[in-house]
């Protein structure tokens, strides 16, 4: 029988995958609290459903950054997804065009912005960027790499530019300090395949990737360059990792055209907030100008509409992606949105919604 939900995929998954990879994908920074708290704190949310509401036509559609799309619903940026199954990035962008909804590419992937964006050209694909340093081996212009990034993105129709801004430095994730994290033999960083330097290695009593990020990533990234970003391409621009009102705020200023409430799913700053917690000081400080997106243990879709009912015109969806990966491929990506779909549908019906404007805040009490 297949998964009934999220959490019977995440079981599954397991038996799929090596010891590393499943490390490396379920894990949490330092002792885990921020990760379980993303899930625990939703609980503290209850639902105050409407009764006596023509339910009849439900309507899950939605538009994210002016376009329209089938669901408030993306795939959140995940490195190395070729971990999970030998398609990787391409298998979920197949299952994200096959849905309708964005999926946000990382610049860690295990296939190229080139081979992504063939699955649909003109499809709803976000590219994801971390930094990296000015480096001799790339363009010698300021921060050569990203700019070449970002073109690639731009020129391969991706929609938007996703800037991770909670990871400076990677989290110190100790399963992959003790795994001593590495990809497998003929795995790599997709993007940088003719950068013979930029790889992960074997470091011992530590995680390959900490070493990769404090090596070859830029911690000195500031709010100016959120402008000099911007300046590279007529991409929207959006921010992940915003955990505070004044730095919603201080991103409207910047120009952003988006905003995501995130903690990278527990995986950077143990003991950051939760970010259903998060949420609603950071709607009101954006003050609708900018659209508010958020991630962070998204599994039922009373979370998705709770998440909604705080402001959230959208979720990401991390780890369960990686999950229906590992024991479907493309097929199982797809079944998990479906589940994710299908409850959200279910939830609305029973609190009195047809369309997602009618996810309000009063549905819910803290
Ligand atoms: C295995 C894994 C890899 C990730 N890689 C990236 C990445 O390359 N870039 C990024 O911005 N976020 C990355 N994230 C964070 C996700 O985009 C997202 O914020 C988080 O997974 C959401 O929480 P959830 O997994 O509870 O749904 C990663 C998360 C996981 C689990």
Redesign the pocket.
């Known amino acids: 029988m297949k998964p009934l939900n999220l959490f019977e995929y995440e079981t599954q998954a397991k038996k799929h995958l090596s010891q590393m990879a499943w490390d490396?994908?379920v894990s949490g920074a330092g002792d885990e609290i921020t990760l379980r708290k993303?899930r625990t704190a939703f609980e503290d949310f209850q639902l105050r459903p409407r009764m006596l509401v023509d339910v009849s036509q439900r309507d899950l559609s939605t538009q994210i950054l002016g376009k329209s799309q089938e669901l408030p619903i993306l795939i959140?940026?995940?490195?190395?997804q070729c971990l999970a199954n030998p398609a990787g990035e391409i298998a979920t962008a197949k299952a994200a065009t096959e849905m309708g909804i964005i999926m946000?590419l990382?610049?860690?992937a295990t296939k190229s912005i080139e081979e992504v964006a063939a699955v649909k050209q003109a499809g709803n694909q976000w590219f994801?960027l971390?930094v990296h340093r000015d480096r001799v081996a790339t363009p010698s212009e300021y921060r050569g790499l990203t700019k070449s990034l970002v073109e690639r993105a731009y020129h391969n129709g991706f929609q938007a530019l996703?800037l991770?801004v909670d990871?400076p430095l990677i989290g110190r994730r100790e399963r992959d300090a003790r795994n001593q994290f590495v990809l497998p033999p003929g795995m790599g960083l997709a993007n940088f395949a003719t950068w013979n330097d930029l790889k992960i290695t074997q470091k011992a009593g530590e995680s390959g990737l900490f070493a990769y990020f404090a090596e070859q990533l830029d911690p000195g990234l500031t709010w100016a360059d959120v402008e000099w970003l911007r300046s590279l391409s007529p991409l929207p621009l959006v921010i992940?990792g915003i955990l505070r009102g004044d730095d919603a705020l201080r991103a409207v200023e910047h120009g952003a055209d988006g905003i995501i409430v995130?903690n990278?799913?527990?995986?950077q700053l143990d003991g950051a907030i939760a970010t259903i917690n998060a949420l609603g000081e950071i709607v009101t400080a954006a003050g609708g100008q900018a659209e508010v997106l958020m991630?962070?243990?998204?599994r039922r879709g009373t979370d998705i509409l709770k998440a909604l009912a705080l402001g959230a015109k959208a979720v990401?969806?991390?780890?369960?992606i990686?999950w229906g990966l590992a024991v479907a491929g493309s097929q199982g990506v797809q079944h998990i949105i479906e589940l994710l779909r299908d409850e959200l549908d279910l939830a609305m019906a029973l609190t009195g919604c047809t369309t997602l404007q009618d996810i309000h805040p009063s549905l819910i009490q803290s």
């Open positions: 490396y994908y993303n959140a940026p995940m490195a190395f946000v990382s610049t860690m994801q971390y996703c991770t990871a992940k995130s990278h799913g527990g995986r991630d962070g243990g998204i990401l969806v991390g780890r369960p990686l």
